[in-house]
């Protein structure tokens, strides 16, 4: 897994060929780690 920290406060998440992008001030349930 890699996790690559973007400058807008958010961070992708590539899991194989898939791709997860977080905001982490779209995080309502606070389920991502601060």
Do not use: H, Q
């Not at 920290?5 to 977080?22: A, D, M, P």
């Not at 982490?24 to 606070?30: H, L, S, T, Y």
Request: charged share 20%; net charge negative.
């Amino acid at each position: 897994m890699e996790a690559t920290y973007l400058l807008n406060s958010g961070f992708l998440v590539r899991v194989g060929e898939i791709l997860l992008v977080f905001d982490v001030f779209d995080d309502p349930a606070g389920v991502l780690p601060k």
